[in-house]
């Protein structure tokens, strides 16, 4: 009924860039903050950055300055911008939504998408 679906990922060289994208559809009234999370094989998932409804941003210390989040909430997109990309950014990543749903009685709602993998190699 809900589903959020990321697009994006690929294969890039160290210091390339890629740009994220994640569509929230569904019966969403609103949608509070968005984000990205990564997983590495063998590590815990991470919040690499996130971004509330009215454009405040936090981001992970490992990738502040070199990433950014934005959204539009007219489409309940959410975007990553990822420049200067290094090997330890391969990982999994996941959308995440915080939304109230059309006819819900149970407030917000954790939603993921299903991950698109990025590799950063040479």
């Known amino acids: 009924q809900v589903q959020l679906v990321e697009s994006g990922g690929g294969l890039v060289q160290p210091g390339g860039s890629l740009r994220l994208s994640c569509a929230a559809s569904?019966?969403?009234?609103?949608?509070?903050?968005m984000g990205w999370y990564r997983q590495a094989p063998g590590k815990e998932r991470e919040l690499v950055a996130r971004i509330a409804g009215g454009g405040s941003t936090n981001y992970a210390d490992s990738v502040r300055g070199r990433f950014t989040i934005s959204r539009d909430n007219a489409k309940n997109m959410v975007f990553l911008q990822m420049n200067s990309l290094k090997p330890e950014d391969t990982a999994e990543y996941y959308c995440n939504a915080d939304a109230y749903l059309k006819g819900s009685t149970v407030g917000y709602v954790d939603l993921w998408g299903q991950g698109t993998r990025v590799t950063v190699s040479s």
């Open positions: 569904g019966n969403i009234f609103s949608i509070n903050y």
